[in-house]
Nanobody
Framework: QVQLVESGGDLVPAGGSPRLSCAASGSIFSISEMGWYRQAPGKQRELVAT???????NYADSVKGRFTISRDNAKNTVYLQMNSLKPEDTAVYYCNGRIYRSATYVSYWGQGTQVTVSS
């Protein structure tokens, strides 16, 4: 069984800089892409940032220059450093990982962590 567990969400003031972490555990042979997505109340889940096993990154335009995604392959962990937070960044943040299972990569999701930005 594979689990992704996020941590680091909280109530933070505008301009704050929290860091989210997501650790994958279980029977893991390899993880290709890992990423962060978010869902605000009444809105669809959207991409925040992704990172490949080789370190190539992709960001949503709304977070470019403010958020940084990174990963520790030895720990099967992905991070999201969030800087200059805005109230519109308030959302539940979900971790995603594409994990090698049964000869293919399967997408797994964490349970989500709430980030609330106060103005």
């Amino acid at each position: 069984q594979v689990q992704l567990v996020e941590s680091g969400g909280d109530l933070v003031p505008a301009g704050g800089s929290p860091r989210l972490s997501c650790a994958a555990s279980g029977s893991i042979f390899s993880i290709s892409e890992m990423g962060w997505y978010r869902q605000a109340p009444g809105k669809q889940r959207e991409l925040v940032a992704t990172i490949t096993s080789g370190g190539s990154t992709n960001y949503a335009d709304s977070v470019k220059g403010r958020f940084t995604i990174s990963r520790d392959n030895a720990k099967n962990t992905v991070y999201l450093q969030m800087n200059s937070l805005k109230p519109e960044d308030t959302a539940v943040y979900y971790c995603n990982g594409r994990i090698y299972r049964s000869a293919t990569y399967v997408s797994y999701w964490g349970q989500g962590t709430q980030v609330t930005v106060s103005s």
